[in-house]
């Protein structure tokens, strides 16, 4: 299973970014899905995640109202939308995938088996 982040960057305050992860070797139609950032010398965290479905999602309380995660099942993508960036949104973000179908979203970034390489976004006030 490989997973391809794309869409960092630089931003404003403000702004908008659109973050993407690709999968090959896995249909992310049946697999939990989730979006997961670092910041320099903090630990790993969970930022959004949806179920298998994507019928359900789940959100940090940091970027509730703000972040909005999708699955494209046509795509086999799931998307990390990031409205109204803040300084404090600079990280590293991660997407990743859980090793087992059917499964709900959860927090844990032990819960998750499969990463993508990560994408650096940086947000300026």
């Known amino acids: 299973v490989q997973l391809q982040v794309s869409g960092g960057g630089l931003a404003q305050a403000g702004d908008s970014l659109r973050l993407s992860c690709a999968a090959s070797g896995r249909t992310f139609s049946s697999y939990a899905t989730g979006w997961f950032r670092q910041a320099p010398g903090k630990e790993r965290e969970f930022v959004a995640g949806t179920n298998w479905g994507g019928g359900l999602t789940f959100y940090a309380d940091s970027v509730k109202d703000r972040f909005t995660i999708s699955k494209d099942n046509a795509k086999n993508t799931v998307d990390l939308q990031m409205n109204s960036l803040k300084p404090e949104d600079t990280a590293v973000y991660y997407c990743?995938?859980?090793?087992?179908?059917?499964?709900?979203?959860?927090?844990?970034?032990?819960?998750?088996?499969?990463w993508g390489q990560g994408t650096l976004v940086t947000v300026s006030s």
């Open positions: 990743a995938v859980k090793r087992n179908r059917f499964t709900s979203v959860t927090t844990g970034v032990k819960d998750y088996d499969y």
